[in-house]
């Protein structure tokens, strides 16, 4: 309350005409910093249709906080002001200026704004929005570390000597942060090379599932069983990657051990059951059906089923789950039994 009234005690004004006047300015340019920048925004054909998302808009936050200070710059030049009280208003209104105008280029560049979305639209620009992202992060980073040297900078502390402080605690504070920075270098690199995208199912080391998420630290991938799992980036990149939704037809293997005394004729009846079953399935490439006798062994007579199908990997689980079954019928109805696993023993005596 002190410091208050001491600041009350140093406004000289000449009569309250001047106080009056000073109000009345400021009011006048907080009305106008309302559509005023509605109207510069027009003119860049930058339109928000929902008054929420325009009052959220960087751009306009900016040139609000501009117009704001220009009415707060008239009304203290029209006050008696002290030279001191003056020289602290007009610091004030320095530091609002330069965030004011941090956050207009951070509403230019900003990935929603008309500028960035007709990049975006480009065709060599089509493919890397994840790079774009992620570009317009780390510029927006650099504007506000910009902003904050131009402020430190405007209240007379010497830049150098900071500078100098942050050189020394940058080792300590890239030692800590070494594997975010990896983790961030390894997201742009994913980025740029695009191995997977969202929605693509795939294989990273022993973790299979379809992309949900791709960020700067890491990925997630929801599994078969519904489980997200989250994978560092760094990671991801000394994996091996199989992407399936870049390839066009999946194999189909499936391997059936026959008990040794089962006949010839039922082997051969069951080949041309399965032969069918398999032609019978839309998805199917028909010219790699595959139904043969892999091997004799002293335990089994092994059959090969083989085929390709052209299906999306979200459902080559399904398809799996179904042909399976169907073999399984095909076993039940001809009353084949698979072979199990034998062991020999012998005993000496």
Known sequence: MEKINELIDKIQAKNLTDIAIAVAIVVI????????????????KIKEKSKKKLKENDMYKGLKGLFLCAGFYLAILVLNLSENVFSICLKIIRVIVILSIAKILIGIISPESKLMKKVQENDKFQENKSA?????????????????FLIIADFGYDLNGIITGLGLGSVVIGLAAQELVSNLLS??????????????????????????????RSIKVKTADNTTVTILNTKVLNESIINYATIDSRRFEVILRLPLNTSSYQIEDLMNSLKNFLHSIKEADQDTIQVFIDGIQTDAIVVKTIVYVNIDATYFLNFKTETNLGIMKILESKGIKLANPSTDVYLNR
């Open 187 to 216: 997201g742009m690199a994913i980025s740029s090379e695009k191995p997977f995208k969202i929605g693509d199912w795939v294989t990273i080391g022993t973790v299979s599932g379809t992309v949900v998420d791709i960020k700067f």
């Open 132 to 148: 774009l992202n992620v570009g317009f992060k780390i510029v927006k980073v650099i504007i506000y570390v910009i902003a904050g």
């Open 29 to 44: 340019f907080f009305i106008m910093s309302s559509w005023l920048p509605k109207i510069i925004m027009r003119m860049f």
